[in-house]
C-alpha cells in the first residue's frame, strides 16, 4: 500500500476538505493509545480550524466585492439618468433635473467610487438624505426611473452596510492575520512530513493496529491527488513531487 503525499497544488479548501475527511476516519477506527497521532491530529485540527476560518474569511472579502459593485451600479445610473434629463426639451423637465443634479454636484462621482469602504458607505448615506429634502423629493417625481434608482441604491447601501459588519464583527474575533495560503501550507506540510510518514512505517510495524486507517488516509490522499492532476494537466505538466 502507497500512502502519497498530499500535492502542493491542491487549493486551500482541497487540503481542509481533506484533513477533515483524515480526522473523521481517525475517529471511526480503533487505533489504541498513540500519543504521537493524538497530538497530530489535535494540532490538525487547530490549523485545519484556522485555515477554514480564513478561507470564509476569502470569500467573506469577495461578498463584500460584491456589494460593493451592487451599490455603484445604481449610482452609476442616477448621476447619467439625472444629468440626461438636462437636455429634456420640457423645461419643467430640464429643471426638475437641474434640481437634482445641484445635489449630486456636491458628491462628485468620482469622489465616491474612489473612497474605501467606509468613506463611501458616509458619503452614499449623506447623498440619499439630501435627496431626501421636499424640493428635491418633488422633483425627482418628475424624472421617470430616478425614484426607483434611489430606492436601488438604498437598498444596495443597507444590504453593503449588513455585509460590511459582518465581515467586520468576524474579522475582530478571530484578529488571525495569517493567510489562506500560509494556512494551507502550514496544514499540507503536516499531514505530508508528520501524518503521512508515520503512517507509513506503523501500516508496516503495526498492521492489525493501523492497517484499515492508513488505507483509509491513502484512499483520501489519492482521491484528492487524482483531482489535482486532472485539473493541472489541462494547463501544464504533471507536478513531481519527492514521496
Do not use: W
Amino acid at each position: 500500500m502507497k500512502i502519497e503525499k498530499l500535492l502542493h497544488r491542491s487549493y486551500n479548501g482541497e487540503v481542509a476538505t481533506v484533513s477533515e475527511s483524515i480526522l473523521k476516519a481517525a475517529a471511526t477506527k480503533a487505533l489504541g493509545d498513540d500519543s504521537f497521532l493524538s497530538g497530530v491530529f489535535e494540532k490538525m485540527g487547530n490549523e485545519e480550524e484556522k485555515l477554514s476560518y480564513a478561507i470564509r474569511q476569502d470569500k467573506a472579502v469577495s461578498e463584500l466585492e460584491t456589494a460593493d459593485d451592487k451599490r455603484e451600479k445604481p449610482l452609476r445610473a442616477l448621476y447619467n439618468l439625472s444629468s440626461g434629463y438636462l437636455y429634456h426639451p420640457d423645461e419643467t423637465i430640464s429643471a426638475a433635473a437641474h434640481t437634482v443634479c445641484s445635489v449630486l454636484d456636491k458628491y462628485p462621482l468620482s469622489e465616491l467610487l474612489r473612497a474605501n469602504y467606509a468613506q463611501e458607505s458616509a458619503l452614499i448615506e449623506s447623498l440619499l438624505k439630501d435627496l431626501e429634502a421636499e424640493d428635491v423629493k418633488a422633483a425627482i417625481a418628475l424624472l421617470t426611473g430616478v425614484a426607483e434608482t434611489v430606492v436601488a441604491i438604498r437598498t444596495a447601501q443597507d444590504a453593503f452596510t449588513s455585509t460590511f459588519i459582518a465581515y467586520s464583527e468576524a474579522k475582530a474575533r478571530h484578529n488571525n492575520k495569517d493567510t489562506a495560503t500560509k494556512l494551507k501550507s502550514a496544514l499540507l506540510k503536516l499531514i505530508n512530513n508528520e501524518l503521512v510518514i508515520y503512517l507509513r512505517a506503523m501500516a508496516i510495524a503495526a498492521t492489525d493496529t493501523y492497517g484499515d486507517f492508513a488505507a483509509a488516509t491513502a484512499q483520501i490522499i489519492a482521491d484528492n491527488n487524482d483531482k489535482v492532476r486532472k485539473r493541472i494537466n489541462k494547463k501544464d505538466s504533471v507536478e513531481t513531487e519527492e514521496n
